[in-house]
């Protein structure tokens, strides 16, 4: 028997099964793309976050190819929801995160989505002029959250201390109930929920404001790092979206469907919604590239979160200080163009 012609076919007759195997492995990657898992990313009501609902309806995932399941929430039940690796993000303040983080539900910050600028309040009832009026008084809101924070800031300011009030933990979303019952005499809330609380209580009014300290609180969209490694592709097309969004609600010619898209999913009439955009200040890709780069002042991310930290530690929130190098991951917004 010629040894050469045995060679020959037993390369035949293991050729075609190559050529399966290779077949079966390009149809498994394809399908492995085709049916990833989507990106699952917490949502809530504030309106930087609510933004990316207009991408949604517009179909521009799909038109950016990847897949994207956004999952609505209370705002507290969306970072706990992150922190129990129910979703692989979370839109959130990232004071807020530097709290998640110490707890163990580390993230990084990917982008930089706004800052607050007048939506957030301290409320005072009828009779509370200003934050003055309020030592001695209690307060409602989420203890060791944003507002918590927002009002120790404005009290500072005012040459008060924590200790000069009596702090009640609310829950965000039930603040209006709380001013109105007259239990308290100031509430902290954000946007939809400090319209609400105006409304509730004729006379009541914002006694200080984010507005009152631009960059204080800055929001992110954080990401777990494991998703982060993993899925980094479909993640800068994610936060370029995000973009498109910011530049579709500051474009005269397409604010009004932005918003319409907005109040929709919160449930407020689009007018009302409208006249309450200005407190947020969505960031450009141009100005958040700026934020992004280190400082010790409020115009910077590390400055404000370098404030935050601080914060937390002297009440006692987190045991160990939480380094803002650890969390913020501007490469993939810095090397946008």
């Known amino acids: 028997m010629d040894p050469h012609h045995d060679r020959f076919r037993l390369i035949q ?18 399908a492995t793309t085709l049916h990833a898992e989507p990106l699952k990313v917490a949502y809530s009501d504030w309106p930087g976050f609510t933004l990316i609902e207009v991408a949604k309806q517009k179909g521009w995932f799909k038109e950016a190819g990847i897949e994207v399941e956004l999952l609505w929430f209370d705002y507290l039940p969306s970072m ?17 995160m530097l709290v998640t983080g110490a707890n163990g539900g580390k993230s990084k910050f990917i982008a ?7 939506n957030d309040m301290i409320i005072g009832k009828p009779g509370v002029a ?10 409602g809101l ?9 009002l120790l800031h404005g009290l500072k300011s005012v040459g008060l201390k924590q200790s000069d009030v009596e702090l009640v933990n609310t829950p965000t979303n039930d603040t209006p109930q709380v001013l109105a019952s007259g239990k308290v005499s100031a509430v902290g809330a954000w946007y939809p929920v400090s319209g609400q609380a105006l409304k509730a209580v004729p006379g ?6 984010s507005a009152d300290a631009k960059g204080l609180i800055y929001d992110v969209l954080a990401v777990s790092p494991a998703s982060l490694a993993k899925r980094k592709g479909d993640w800068e097309k994610y936060v370029a979206i995000y973009y498109k969004c ?14 319409a898209i907005l109040a929709a999913k919160v449930g407020a009439p689009a007018d009302e919604y409208k006249k309450n955009i200005p407190g ?22 590390y400055g404000s979160l370098a404030i935050s930290d601080k914060f937390a530690m002297d009440n006692k929130v987190y045991k160990t200080a939480q380094k803002a190098t650890s969390y913020v991951a501007p490469s993939i917004v810095l090397e946008m163009k």
């Open 80 to 96: 706990d929801a992150f922190a129990a690796g129910k979703v692989d993000a979370v839109t959130a303040v990232a004071a807020d």
């Open 246 to 259: 910011v530049d579709y609600i500051l474009d005269p010619k397409t604010q009004d469907d932005a918003v």
């Open 204 to 209: 009541s009014k914002p006694i200080y404001t």
């Open 112 to 118: 930089l989505l706004d800052y607050s600028d007048g």
């Open 142 to 150: 989420e203890v060791t959250l944003v507002e918590h924070l927002l």
């Open 130 to 139: 200003s934050l003055k009026d309020l030592k001695g008084q209690k307060v």
């Open 280 to 301: 947020t200040h969505f960031l450009t890709l141009k100005e958040a590239k700026a934020a992004l780069k280190k400082g010790d002042g409020l115009d910077s991310l």
């Open 13 to 30: 007759n293991h050729t075609p099964n190559m050529k399966l195997k290779t077949l079966i492995l390009a149809f498994a990657a394809l």
